[in-house]
């Protein structure tokens, strides 16, 4: 479907997410981070630290929005997120960014604060991170063996330091711990989904968030190192030791659950993202659809260097625009045309791909975007689906719990 202007001055005004890169400077060495040699996507590190007048410039911008369109008596939460590098190597323009916020008449939003943090200096700014209660998502890939990847600038072992730190701030503020703070962690070839799993469960009583490496914008001449280092998700589980327990204690988190998850999502028409789509619901049996996130649908993610992208994910060529020390340049119309040139590039495929109603895949997440050939690497059969659906009925007869499981205990939430 082909988004307007005013779709993207929507969006605008009904922003999720806004997220500063707030430096590109960082105090580890991560082997597969992904701005590191086995990545290429992304503007060179240069050691930067975000102007806070930029900041001011976007907050301007987007207050200047809001304030406009404005509903009485409606308030709307947003996330303002502080990004890295390591956002707490620059710790005054945070403190400063949130200072202005909170100086500002209120507009019917209610603003909340987030960071991914490797913990590295989590010993010096915890008190201010408690203070304004930030979600906190802390990097820790499990134990001493499985942090390995995660060097300093000297090539030592994080693993303490974080570790020591992560346990303070437990001591401290056990209550914000319980309540704000989550892990996330790599899966690779030093680890396993269980060993992660067990050691932060075991360790925090906290449910990680484990991703494998990712695998878009490979450099090629890396390819080998990332295959190297790469583990798959499901091989891994089913490498545990009491692989069916483990299954059941991950719940969604198992890819074959989360499959079921999704079908019982897709095939029973009982699902509705809003109240809108419940009262109002849309024929959307001629659009074709993609996973592709409308411009700021879902947030707005600022580079150190001032481009505008939709997210932090994608390579920094797809900016919508940029924010410079004159002011915010982003043209909305052009912002869509841009959007709907390259999303438009797969129409053909999406109306024969038997994923056209449920589509994950980000098409700047396809490596050949720019190739007259290019195809998208998620693109299913209609018998395929089919297959995958029947799969998902055999593991439903074998698991019946899980039906009620995923009823009573999954919350969806946008």
């Known amino acids: 479907m082909k988004v307007s202007a005013d779709n993207i001055r929507y969006n605008l005004n009904h922003l999720f997410q806004l997220v500063f890169e707030v430096t590109d400077m960082c105090n580890l060495r991560c082997k597969y981070c992904g701005y590191a040699d086995l990545y290429e996507g992304y503007d060179e590190r240069e050691n930067l630290k975000f102007p806070f007048q930029r900041a001011k410039l976007i907050i301007d911008y987007l207050y200047s929005l809001w304030s406009k369109n404005q509903c009485e008596n409606i308030v709307q939460p947003i996330l303002v997120g502080f990004y890295g590098g390591e956002p707490l190597l620059n710790v005054p323009f945070i403190q400063e960014v949130i ?5 500002l008449k209120p507009v019917g939003k209610v603003f909340r604060y987030n960071m991914t943090t490797n913990a590295m200096l989590l010993d010096r700014y915890m008190d201010f991170l408690v203070e304004k209660k930030f979600n906190l998502l802390i990097s820790l890939d499990g134990n001493k063996e499985g942090q390995g990847y995660r060097v300093d600038v000297a090539g030592h072992d994080s693993f303490d330091r974080v570790y020591s730190n992560v ?25 396993s989904v269980e060993s992660i799993y067990s050691f932060i469960k075991g360790t925090f009583r906290k449910e990680p968030i484990i991703s494998p490496l990712n695998g878009s914008g490979i450099r ?10 790469y583990r798959n998700y499901s091989e891994s589980i089913q490498e545990a030791s009491n692989c069916e327990a483990f299954k059941n204690e991950l719940f969604i988190r198992n890819p074959e659950t989360r499959q079921l998850l999704d079908y019982i999502y897709q095939r029973s028409e009982n699902v509705f993202i809003s ?28 580079t150190v260097k001032g481009k505008i992208l939709q997210c932090e994910r994608i390579n920094h060529e797809f900016a919508l625009g940029q924010v410079t020390d004159s002011g915010v340049e982003l ?20 109306k024969s791909c038997g994923h056209r109603k449920a589509c994950v895949q980000c098409v700047y997440q396809i490596d050949d975007i ?29 698991h019946p719990e899980l039906y009620r499981r995923i009823l009573k205990e999954v919350s969806v939430r946008g």
Not at 168 to 191: D, Q, T
Not at 284 to 302: L, R
């Open 99 to 103: 200072a202005y916020i909170e100086s």
């Open 167 to 191: 346990c303070l701030l437990r001591e401290r503020y056990p209550e914000y711990f319980k309540e704000y703070v989550m892990f996330n962690s790599v899966l690779h070839n030093k680890n």
């Open 220 to 229: 090629k001449d890396k390819l080998e190192n990332f295959f190297q280092t």
């Open 275 to 302: 109240y809108n789509e419940l009262l109002f619901p849309i024929n959307q049996s001629s659009e074709i659809t993609s996973g592709t996130c409308t411009p700021f649908s879902k947030k707005m993610f600022v």
């Open 331 to 350: 043209d909305l119309e052009k912002a869509a045309q841009q959007h709907n040139d390259y999303v438009s590039r797969y129409a053909r495929q999406c």
């Open 370 to 398: 720019h190739e007259a050939t290019s195809l998208c690497r998620s693109y299913c059969s209609d018998g395929q689906i089919k297959q995958a659906d029947a799969r998902s009925l055999v593991y439903l007869d074998q």
